[in-house]
């Protein structure tokens, strides 16, 4: 049994997270999501890997190697251009052998799932997840144990079960998805390759997701797939921690970083290797602190991730944040994450101001980001890779213009 990842694509919503590295590497809980992706299958027993890459493949190849360090084995699949689904699994040709699960590099998913979906002896099985709006996902429409059909986004959903997009195959699907025609929108759908199964007579399953599932889309879902990792972790302190430090919960704390006198820390919190915290901080529950991080005297940070190499100044505030690598926030630095009349939080993705549907979401910093001293930074900014603010500045979001 092989597993075949779909790792090529930028993450366009991502940005400006994604600039320097695919969607699939962004960290969760102080691992490259895939990785959350990867440990699953090989808990349930899959070995072998197929890594379907595209876009900046080279940092998928540099920290995953062949797997050998790992125990496991991994081939490596370019994706010329990103042309759907059907296409980039159908690069799995000649790489994988009679049957293979298939599943995406940015969604978290547990190991039980995938033990469960590889015990099937359908000619293929569905992941499907119960929904409370059909209409706009991909449905399936069933009968008894057996799909019958499927139908993106209907008007008239016939079932709410909605194709999560992790799937078991035969070999035999390759010669289908070489039959598949271009979409409506200009894609080879996997979905259309399944359909004509269904139609040339084949018995097509479908698997009930009932154990944890989060499709990892806008930079806020890194924050709700963050926050649930987490909650799994147990504590361990490889590092230092003075005596006048307070750990509360599960905390892990990495090899060669101090916390000082006054830090107060409440789990769940994983804060990586060589970082130096405090004195006198507050890290609150939901927080993932990469490798080489600094965060000074009276600084707080809640439910926020925080890539390496990263410096937080002191007097700074940081709340439901995701901040990139490398950055520098200048003593006193506010981050908002609550909109004072308590609605929706809004932020700019592709050009578009969009319902992030959370009353609290702070900053999206790219990479190499600078603020000045006091700067204040409104809920839902984002901030490109590569800027800075002045001194005294107020950050607010922006529409993008060319």
């Avoid at 830090?263 to 609150?284: E, L, Q, T, W």
Wanted: with cysteine; hydrophobic share 40%; net charge negative.
């Amino acid at each position: 049994m092989k597993a075949v990842i779909l790792a090529a694509g930028e993450g366009t919503r991502m940005r400006p997270l994604t600039l320097s590295k695919p969607k699939v590497m962004l960290p969760i809980a102080n691992k490259p999501m895939i990785e959350h992706t990867i440990n699953a299958a090989v808990d349930a027993g899959i070995k072998e890997f197929v890594l379907i890459t595209g876009y900046h493949e080279d940092a998928l190849k540099d920290y995953f190697g062949d797997g050998k360090e790992r125990g496991i084995s991994i081939d490596y699949v370019h994706q010329k251009k990103q042309m759907g689904t059907a296409d980039a699994i159908g690069c799995a040709k000649g790489h994988v052998c009679d049957i293979f699960v298939v599943l995406n590099g940015d969604m978290l998913i547990s190991s039980e799932h995938i033990r469960q979906l590889i015990s099937s002896e359908k000619d293929a099985v569905i992941t499907v997840k119960e929904v409370d709006e059909p209409s706009h996902f991909g449905v399936i429409e069933t009968n008894g144990e057996r799909v019958t059909k499927i139908i993106e986004k209907p008007e008239k959903p016939p079932s709410n079960l909605a194709n999560a997009g992790i799937y078991l195959f035969k070999e035999s699907i390759f010669d289908l998805i070489d039959k598949t025609e271009l979409s409506p929108r200009g894609e080879l759908e996997i979905t259309d390759s399944l359909q004509m199964m269904i139609d040339a007579g084949s018995n097509i399953g479908y698997q009930l997701l009932e154990s944890e599932w989060i499709d990892i889309g806008r930079p806020w879902d890194l924050l709700e797939a963050n926050k649930v990792l987490l909650e799994g972790m147990k504590g361990e302190l490889k590092g230092t921690v003075e005596p006048h430090a307070t750990l509360h919960g599960e905390v892990y704390v990495g090899k060669d970083t101090i916390i000082r006198n006054g830090a107060y820390i409440v789990g769940p919190v994983v804060i990586g290797d060589n970082c130096d915290i405090g004195p006198n901080c507050f890290i609150r529950s939901s927080t993932a602190i990469g490798n080489n991080v600094h965060i000074g005297n009276a600084v707080e940070v809640k439910n926020s991730i925080i890539m390496d190499g990263t410096k937080i100044g002191h007097l700074s505030y940081l709340g439901d944040s995701v901040i990139g690598l490398n950055c520098n926030f200048g003593a006193g630095t506010k981050v908002a994450n609550l909109r004072h009349d308590g609605r929706n939080i809004r932020c700019l993705v592709k050009g578009k101001i969009v319902d992030s549907g959370r009353r609290k979401l702070g900053v999206i910093m790219g990479d190499d980001v600078h603020t000045g001293i006091n700067t204040s930074i409104n809920v839902g900014t984002v901030m490109e890779a590569g800027t800075s603010s002045l001194p005294g500045e107020v950050v607010t979001l922006k529409r993008k213009t060319n």
